[in-house]
């Protein structure tokens, strides 16, 4: 499976979408600090993952939610705290 993620900043406004074979090491690696364009916003809580079975599927999906539209269903439809 592959999986895409979306992780959220616990200390600035940021959040951070992205795919992965392995998504437990995935993090793992944004939260130590080895990603460049995440590590000024670290650390990070994983927000919401979608299993896909395969790599294209998960480079479109990611390509998707960084979009305006997927950004906005993202916020409203997914990231929503309604409790």
């Given at each position: 499976m592959w999986y895409v993620y979306i992780l959220k900043?616990?200390?600035?406004?940021?959040?951070?979408t992205g795919y992965t074979k392995n998504i437990k090491r995935r993090i793992g690696e944004h939260n130590a600090g080895l990603c460049l364009s995440t590590r000024p916003y670290k650390p990070f809580s994983l927000e919401v993952f979608v299993a896909v079975k395969t790599k294209k599927k998960a480079i479109q999906l990611e390509k998707y939610f960084k979009t305006g539209s997927g950004i906005a269903i993202l916020k409203k439809r997914i990231l929503a705290d309604k409790s």
């Open positions: 900043s616990k200390t600035k406004p940021f959040i951070y």
